[in-house]
């Protein structure tokens, strides 16, 4: 009885084994994926939280950093200080941001200060100024956003050219690049320049403008270089940047961004008008102030595209033999429509419309006799001297055959 016992234990636990090595097993992290996929493409779109959660600790520390780990990504402003350590702070300066134990102002240039001096300081409240108070909580060296996004979310760096390959080797020797994501404050040559001989590495192009043949240079090199995501920024709201002569450009595994934190959006609003607009425009990786508004959106999204690939596969093959021309005209129209929506990057104004349009059009299908075509030709010029030639030709031909025949 007890080597029955064992040997059915034995087989229970080879079974359960064999069942879990048969799963798939997941590697990579969420931060990892979403840093791919500035560079691999796909049809979501991505929510980028512009320093961490700031309405509810301040910018750029530790504490926003994990109140927004539920999101696709989250970018930091990063500086170095005098002794060469990366910390978080937007500015140039700690004036806006820092404060004395005591609560007084402190000025200063980031670069002025040790890693340790700044430790000392306490950060204002929420996005900072003199009229926010002090709060508890300190200014961040860049490892302590690793340990909090840890594998969760990934970290979009804000970072100037001179500072770049420094954070990019105290990066590299925190074994993070994998969860990064580049954004060079340079123009997009420089960006190249700077990233063309490192391999494996996520970074943003960059064109801020309202001048085309730019802008479309911007992208081309962009692009040749294995950058895939760029950034695209102007005031100008019915500009370049929102045409379609320069947004056809991003299909397939390519990305365009654009922030709405700073009015170069078109100076389009943070919120849900603003973002399907532009996301009909061809843009997939937005940064926000309102991260938990644009993720909601993105679901909707999601579910709408869900819900219109559904009708597509219900529809595409119906039999349209006993319906009217007209009825089956406006019916593959949209449901071509429809068709080109599928796996790429759309608004949910977009799909909601579309789908709303295909399920109308199928329901409005009516049985009758097809109309007949009558074919028209219009004589131009072209026309009259093609047929001429043609007639010559076919003459020519045929006085030739004529003569080969009577000489035979």
Known sequence: MVNFCK??????????????????????????ETAKSFSNGGSEIICIAHRGDWHSFPENSVEAVNAALDFDAVSVDVRLTSDGKPVLM???????????????????AVSSF????????????????????????????LKEIYAVADGKTAVVLNISEADF??????????????????RINAKSKRIVELT???DNITVTGNYQGNIIFLATAAVKECFQNKIYT?????????????????????????????????????????????????????????????PDELTDYIKRTEAAATDL???????????????????????????????ALIGNPSSLSELTETCSALRSAHDSL??????????????????????????????????YLRKKRKDK
């Open 196 to 198: 063309k001989d490192i």
């Open 366 to 399: 009516t049985v009758g006799a097809k109309k007949s075509v009558a074919l028209k030709f219009s004589f131009t010029p072209g026309r009259i001297i093609a047929v001429i030639l043609c007639a010559a030709a076919f003459t020519v031909e045929t006085l």
């Open 309 to 339: 690939e559904k009708y597509v596969d219900l529809y595409k093959d119906t039999d349209l033999s006993p319906y009217s021309t007209e009825t089956e005209k406006d019916f593959v129209s949209a449901l071509d429509s429809a068709q």
């Open 114 to 141: 040790t890693l340790a001096q700044l430790k000392e300081f306490f950060l204002r409240e929420s996005n900072g100024g003199s009229d926010k108070g002090k709060t508890d909580y300190r200014v961040a060296e």
């Open 7 to 32: 040997k059915t234990a034995f087989l229970l636990l080879s079974l359960i084994f064999f069942t879990l090595s048969a799963l798939p097993v997941a590697f990579a992290s969420d931060a990892s």
């Open 90 to 108: 937007a500015d140039e300066t700690v004036d806006r941001m820092c404060v004395n134990s005591d609560g007084s102002s402190v000025k200063g």
């Open 230 to 290: 760029i950034e695209l920024g102007s005031t100008n709201g019915n500009g370049v940047l929102y045409d379609n002569f320069l947004m056809k450009r991003f299909v397939g595994d390519k990305r365009a961004m654009v922030s709405m934190v700073n009015g170069r959006c078109g100076k389009r609003s943070d919120n849900e008008t603003g973002w399907d607009d532009l996301i009909s425009r061809g843009y997939s990786v937005i940064e926000t102030d309102f």
């Open 165 to 182: 390959k420094t954070v990019y080797d105290y990066v590299t020797a925190l074994g993070k690049n994998d969860e990064t994501v580049y």
